[in-house]
């Protein structure tokens, strides 16, 4: 069966620091991956997509950049933290299809300050 | 632009009873519709999918309607429960190979 890991868990980080969030997936090849970013008490919102290896679209222009080195390996990551990247972290996949459902990952909290 | 609204109001309801949440779209003709469902600092986990041509769909006490002609989505809980407790979104696909979600519904079952 598919599983989908993000890690870490929870971050705090001091404004203008690196950021990287891992997000691997198993039990499946060439998934399309999805970074969201939920606010609190808000809805998700697309930050960045990827249908292959080192193919990344992005949503929204902002301080945040996305890698994909591995079929089922995907990065978010940032040079210069800002107070308002706080958020729900969440990766997702889901397979080709349009109909296809999309799985998420546990997600990561990270906290600005 | 395409758009989803959700009841951004939570909704509070007694135990046993049916719940009932509302997703209303714009500007848009989706082929299908997914309800998800999220717990408090979890993933969403998807519920269930419809599609255009269909109705109505059901799957244990979850039962989803689809109408294109007034552009919603129902989502109804029946024989609600506490652990129903959690916020519901609903979601399109938006064209190619992103999905639109909207900010959901917090749901509220008393025991």
């Known amino acids: 069966s598919q599983t989908i890991h993000q890690w870490p868990a929870t971050l705090v980080q001091p404004v203008g620091s690196p950021l990287s969030l891992e997000c691997t997936v198993e039990g499946t090849s060439n998934p399309n991956l999805y970074w969201y970013r939920q606010a609190a008490g808000r809805g998700l919102q697309l930050l960045f997509y990827?249908?292959?290896?080192?193919?990344i679209s992005s949503e929204v222009p902002q301080n945040l950049s996305a890698s994909r080195p591995q079929d089922r390996q995907f990065i978010l990551s940032s040079k210069k933290l800002l107070l308002s990247d706080s958020g729900f972290y969440l990766c997702a996949w889901r397979t080709g299809g349009r109909a296809d459902t999309q799985y998420f990952g546990p997600g990561t909290r990270l906290t600005v300050l | 632009s395409q758009k989803i609204e959700q009841n951004s109001e939570a909704l509070n309801i007694q135990e046993g009873k049916t719940a009932t949440l509302t997703c209303n779209y714009t500007?848009?003709?989706?082929?299908?519709l997914q309800w998800y469902r999220q717990d408090p600092g979890r993933g969403p986990v998807f519920l269930l999918l419809?599609?255009?041509?269909?109705k109505e769909k059901r799957k244990e006490r979850l039962k989803v309607t689809f109408d294109t002609t007034l552009k919603q989505s129902l989502f109804h809980i029946t024989a609600s429960q506490p652990a129903d407790s959690a916020t519901y979104l609903c979601?399109?696909?938006?064209?190619?190979?992103?999905?639109?979600f909207g900010a959901g519904t917090r749901l509220f079952v008393k025991a």
């Open positions: 979601a399109l696909a938006s064209g190619g190979f992103k999905t639109i």
């Open positions: 990827s249908v292959g290896i080192g193919q």
């Open positions: 500007n848009y003709s989706p082929a299908y």
């Open positions: 419809i599609r255009e041509n269909e």
